[in-house]
Nanobody, 124 residues
Framework: QVQLSESGGGPVQAGGSQRLSCVAS?????????LAWFRQPPGKEREWVGC????????YYTTSVKGRFTVSHDGAKNTLFLQMNSLKPEDTGRYYC????????????????WGQGTQVTVSS
């Protein structure tokens, strides 16, 4: 059974940094999972932020966060991280971690497992 639980959100000023964590438990058999971060801005659709394929450690990012956000995974602690630097008001939203077996995808529908989300609010 896959379980995901995010933490670390809250209010932050523009230009600041914040780190989100997601404790991820999943079956160890079969293909390694990909763990992703999505966010949902107020009144908008959920959008992909970044992803790590745990089989290789390769990471992928949406264009708007490249160079500012870093996705990492501590396998020993089963924890996914999202380090967010140089935050902007448009980064505001509820951030979710998600898991799927196999390669990263940027499509919400490709991820069957989700956490409850954590709110990030960036003020100008």
């Amino acid at each position: 059974q896959v379980q995901l639980s995010e933490s670390g959100g809250g209010p932050v000023q523009a230009g600041g940094s914040q780190r989100l964590s997601c404790v991820a438990s999943y079956p160890l058999d079969g293909e390694p999972p990909s763990l992703a971060w999505f966010r949902q801005p107020p009144g908008k659709e959920r959008e992909w932020v970044g992803c790590i394929y745990t089989g290789t450690g390769n990471t992928y990012y949406t264009t708007s966060v490249k160079g500012r956000f870093t996705v990492s995974h501590d396998g020993a602690k089963n924890t996914l991280f999202l380090q967010m630097n140089s935050l902007k008001p448009e980064d505001t939203g509820r951030y979710y971690c998600a898991a799927r077996k196999g390669a990263c995808f940027y499509d919400v529908a490709r991820f069957p497992h989700w956490g409850q989300g954590t709110q990030v609010t960036v003020s100008s």
